[in-house]
């Protein structure tokens, strides 16, 4: 019986770290690409260009907290309904989701594209930036429910145990990132030098098609979650559906709604110091980021596998996860907050 429980253990912890490494990877591998547009844009459109992202980022990460809100509880409702082996429902619950993530995608697009100047005055965005960002920001907002869906799908396919093909559609996401960001930028190629707002092109055309491919592989290869017929059939605002995700979704947003509207009112201090104190703060939080990435990979690990137990009625399972998540916080968190610290300046 020892031997057995013993067995079943090591499978756990195999299998937490099978899908954990892949999530691990995609965030920072995410965050290599934030810096690599960072690089270019500070290093040859100057300092105004950089703090020009950094004045909008915290207001426009407040609105893709309730996408993450969502990705986030859609995550567990896909989980308990795959973990119970209850297929049907888990694609109703994939195309519930899908119907209100693109109407608040487009609800959260036009308020950011319309209101995005009247919210950056309010932030007191220095003038000399105030165009350059605007215009940028505008870009972004305008083609949101794009990063939404590239967001939320790749949420689902997490809530099944795949984090393999989210990651391996990340790196081509990142990738065409950085192909196009040169040409977009500069003006190579015969095409028009759009200067920062190539960056922002760069982005959402990379989203774009990532999101395309991505799609076109679940359905060639007959993925569960490919967006089919009986997906589309469910692709309308169902109310028990969307109780369900909101009660998990609103939770999930409003931490990050917190952490964000406290974003937005140090940015406003920071503002007051000028452009270079704005592009200042912006590259510091940008490398402080992968301090944050052990434990924002686990809490997805952690949430997905206890979705699945929890479809699976295995009480014991849910315990034994909690207790792994957390001593590989304590080791992986410290351990990259240590090398953070002592080499904060290189």
Do not use: C
């Not at 810096?35 to 459109?45: C, E, H, K, Q, S």
């Not at 893709?64 to 989980?79: E, H, K, N, W, Y």
Request: overall charge positive; aromatic content about 14%.
């Amino acid at each position: 019986m020892n031997e057995q429980m013993l067995q079943d253990d090591q499978q756990l912890r195999k299998a937490f770290f099978n899908f954990l490494i892949p999530v691990m990877l995609a965030n920072v591998l995410q965050s290599v690409g934030q810096v690599f547009a960072m690089f270019i844009v500070g290093r040859n459109l100057g300092v105004d260009a950089l703090a020009a992202i950094s004045a909008f980022f915290p207001f426009f990460f407040f609105l893709m907290a309730f996408a993450i809100g969502i990705g986030s509880g859609s995550s567990i409702l896909v989980g308990q309904t795959f973990g119970a082996g209850n297929h049907a429902k888990m694609k109703e619950v994939v195309g519930v989701t899908l119907a209100f993530t693109t109407i608040l995608s487009i609800a959260v697009a036009i308020f950011g594209g319309f209101f995005i100047e009247w919210i950056l005055r309010f932030m007191q965005t220095p003038a000399n930036i105030l165009d350059m960002s605007i215009s940028y920001a505008q870009i972004l907002f305008f083609t949101l429910p794009i990063m939404f869906w590239y967001l939320v799908y790749t949420t689902f396919m997490r809530g099944v145990g795949d984090s393999k093909t989210p990651f391996l559609f990340l790196v081509i996401s990142v990738v065409l990132n950085i192909v196009f960001l040169p040409p977009l930028v500069f003006g190579w190629l015969g095409l028009p030098a759009f200067g920062l707002n190539g960056a922002a092109y760069a982005s959402v055309l990379s989203n774009l098609v990532t999101m395309i491919l991505l799609l076109a592989y679940l359905h060639k290869t007959k993925h569960l979650l490919r967006f089919d017929k009986t997906i589309l059939q469910h692709f309308k605002l169902k109310k028990d559906i969307l109780t369900s995700l909101l009660k998990l979704a609103i939770p999930a947003s409003i931490s990050m709604v917190a952490i964000s509207v406290a974003e937005i009112a140090v940015i406003g201090f920071v503002n007051g110091y000028g452009s270079d104190a704005t592009a200042a703060y912006g590259v510091v939080n940008q490398v402080a980021s992968y301090a944050q990435v052990p434990a924002m990979s686990i809490a997805i690990a952690t949430s997905v596998f206890v979705a699945q137990a929890l479809g699976a009625n295995s009480t014991e399972m849910i315990k034994k996860i909690r207790q792994m998540g957390v001593r590989i916080n304590y080791f992986l968190g410290g351990a990259i907050i240590l090398i953070m610290y002592l080499f904060a300046e290189p």
